[in-house]
């Protein structure tokens, strides 16, 4: 065995360890800060900007929720399709839901989602503002379940997952890679390091978010998510991240590959924010490949089969208990090739840092 081996080996191996014993103290932790009974007033802001095929499904799954004491803030940004009559027609049936038209494009750190963000918060008086997506859909236990994580004073922000809808292999595959990704966010939140959360599943307390000067007060990002999240940690408040069913979030996944890499790339831009937590992650990345490069040079199969087996094994264990705790273990199948497919998407990720400018939803971000 070469010496180069040994490195990689007690690399990840301290890797998994260390992120598996985290992962596991932050559920761990999440489950004893909740309580019974929250009568906190929520509001659910629900950014949609060209979401016709979707709006109506998201918000009838906001209205079957078990909580009683919450409205939803429905902001139409810029839809140029029936996005906005959706919401009307929703408004003037439920008297729980109010509509925002966003008409002007906003520029600054109000640029793109942030700014529909913030105006939707801007109509809100609630004690908790709770944030989800437009193509995405709730428990009817979602609200309260997050809402109960807020009885803490201390807790400024939560944060917790959402699992990709998905019949076709490749749909499967990117549910994978959000529960890997979830999975290391909440880690993250474990260490005192924020790494990342999601904008789709997402709940801040109203007057942390007044205090830190919400979007406006925020350096402007492409993952508003992220700022936010390490803007609060920096603030001193305690961010929580639950992995629980009842608190999961469900959101339809990237139906082709050109979406799919365009939703990376958007990722990757927003990593830089991470700082010297990212070169961690580029040096792991790259030892692993480094190695593979290695072995196949020098013919050392064993020493090739034993670090994938070190790595995928690391990865599966980590995320197995996630899987669990959001009662998805019929996708078990899944995680092995889910390993796989995030590797070859570890190849791919240094060639979009060679792109500057991000587009999404029909805008672009430099």
């Not at 803490?152 to 939560?158: A, M």
């Not at 992995?243 to 365009?262: G, H, R």
């Not at 092995?336 to 497919?341: A, E, L, N, R, S």
């Amino acid at each position: 065995m070469s010496i180069f081996f040994f490195i990689v080996a007690g690399l990840f191996t301290v890797k998994a360890l260390l992120f598996i014993v985290a992962a596991s103290l932050e559920r761990t932790k999440a489950r004893k800060r909740q309580s019974n009974q929250s009568l906190l007033k929520v509001s659910v802001i629900v950014p949609a900007r060209n979401e016709e095929d979707n709006l109506a499904i998201c918000l009838h799954s906001l209205l079957q929720s078990t909580y009683c004491n919450y409205d939803i803030i429905v902001v139409n940004d810029r839809s140029s399709d029936k996005t906005g009559e959706i919401a009307n027609t929703f408004a003037a049936k439920y008297p729980q839901v109010t509509v925002i038209h966003a008409i002007e494009e906003r520029e600054g750190n109000l640029k793109g989602k942030p700014g529909a963000l913030h105006l939707g918060i801007l109509h809100s008086y609630s004690d908790i503002i709770m944030m989800t997506d437009a193509d995405c859909t709730v428990a009817d236990t979602w609200i309260e379940s997050i809402a109960k994580q807020f009885n803490n004073p201390n807790v400024g922000l939560v944060a917790s997952y959402t699992v990709v809808q998905g019949e076709s292999f490749f749909q499967h595959m990117q549910d994978m890679e959000w529960l890997m990704n979830h999975t290391l966010a909440c880690i993250g939140v474990s260490l005192d390091q924020p790494l990342g959360c999601f904008g789709n599943n997402l709940s801040i307390r109203l007057a942390v978010y007044q205090q830190i000067g919400g979007y406006p007060g925020i350096p402007f990002s492409v993952t508003e998510d992220l700022s936010l999240l390490q803007t609060v940690h920096k603030s001193g408040w305690k961010i929580i991240y639950p992995c629980d069913q009842e608190c999961a979030v469900e959101t339809k996944p990237c139906l082709n590959w050109s979406d799919f890499i365009k939703q990376l790339h958007r990722w990757i831009k927003g990593s830089n924010r991470l700082g010297w937590r990212k070169h961690i992650f580029v040096f792991f990345a790259f030892m692993f490949w480094a190695f593979l490069a290695y072995a196949l040079y020098n013919h050392a199969w064993n020493e090739l089969i034993m670090i994938l087996t070190i790595r995928i094994m690391g990865d599966y264990i980590l995320v197995i208990p996630s899987l669990a705790a959001l009662k998805r273990m019929n996708k078990i199948a899944y995680v092995f090739p889910g390993m796989i497919f995030m590797m070859m998407i570890e190849a791919i990720i240094p060639f979009l840092f060679l792109k500057k400018s991000v587009i999404w939803k029909g805008q672009k971000f430099t």
